[in-house]
């Protein structure tokens, strides 16, 4: 019995070590399967100022670039277009939030605990939309990748996902699949970030259902 408890033990504490971050796209793609976690939410339909940073729904949402590029056209804010019937991309809903210049980033930070999982939608100033996305836990990168999602009237919907947790995410968006520097143009919207409970947590009453098992399999 303590055998399997110890192996038991390190293998719940290795496995936030061993999480990676997954990528996946689609709305709704990384919505936690389990009923207890939290959520936060960042629309920026309040930000008409184009306010940088802003801070909504337990997330604090900032940029890099050129200060209200275009008049505030894409930037969170009034909406830019001329006819109020258009959208500015598919996956967009009412104002959104981005930024343009040289490595440009719309960065994404937790306010409060980890994230475990996080998605937006993306679109870009360029015709085709190719992401690159960084996630960072206490300033150290965590994971990286590129994204295709579409054309500029399109957009997608970005996911991803790990159990060993991130604090911010950084969106660029380059005008070629491979690029990982150059002129930026991001734009965000309809950001859903999740937290699951601490692993330690959940380590913590597996631990105690196992003592509890042991005492009753002693009594009987």
């Not at 999480?19 to 009923?35: E, L």
């Amino acid at each position: 019995m303590k055998t399997k408890l110890l192996s038991l033990m390190a293998a719940l504490f290795a496995a936030p070590a061993m999480a990676a971050v997954v990528q996946t796209t689609g709305a709704g793609n990384t919505t936690p399967g389990q009923a207890a976690h939290l959520s936060y939410v960042a629309d920026f339909e309040a930000n008409v100022t184009l306010a940088s940073p802003w801070a909504e729904g337990g997330l604090v949402i900032s940029h890099t670039g050129i200060g209200n590029d275009n008049g505030g056209c894409g930037f969170a804010g009034l909406d830019c277009l001329v006819d109020p019937a258009d959208i500015y991309t598919e996956a967009f809903s009412g104002n959104f939030f981005g930024t343009a210049g040289t490595n440009a980033y719309v960065s994404i930070r937790s306010a409060g605990a980890d994230l475990h999982g996080i998605e937006l939608a993306v679109s870009s100033g360029f015709s085709n939309i190719y992401a690159r996305w960084v996630t960072l836990l206490d300033g150290a990168v965590t994971g990286s990748g590129n994204v295709g999602l579409g054309s500029q009237l399109v957009g997608g919907v970005l996911g991803l996902s790990d159990l060993a947790g991130f604090d911010e995410v950084r969106i660029y968006a380059f005008d070629s699949a491979t690029d990982t520097s150059g002129y930026s143009r991001a734009e965000i919207d309809s950001v859903r970030a999740f937290t699951l409970p601490e692993p330690g947590s959940l380590a913590l009453v597996a631990l105690a259902g196992l003592g509890l098992a042991g005492v009753r399999r002693r009594r009987g």
